[in-house]
């Protein structure tokens, strides 16, 4: 991430528009994720976000990387 990335999502942060959600709502999305890629569910959690929100999760979590290679959810997964 460059600095001027950086500082706009700060900023972003700092000013409430990123929206924060529970994680038990997500908890039910992230074990089907976890269950399905025999990954930590902790991740998948990210990944489940991710879909919530039509976004990514840019990793350099090389074994989450080549858990979703190949699956529905390689899209949401992005390489850092």
Do not use: N
Not at 3 to 21: E, S, Y
Not at 47 to 68: F, G, P
Request: proline fraction near 4%; include cysteine.
């Amino acid at each position: 991430m460059q600095l001027a990335q950086a500082t706009r999502v700060g900023a972003r942060l700092m000013a409430g528009v990123v929206p924060l959600h529970p994680a038990a709502a997500l908890a039910s999305a992230a074990l089907e994720i976890a269950l399905a890629l025999k990954h930590p569910a902790y991740d998948c959690f990210y990944i489940a976000l991710a879909e919530l929100d039509a976004s990514e999760v840019v990793t350099a979590d090389k074994k989450l990387l080549a858990r979703v290679d190949g699956s529905s959810w390689a899209s949401r997964v992005t390489a850092l």
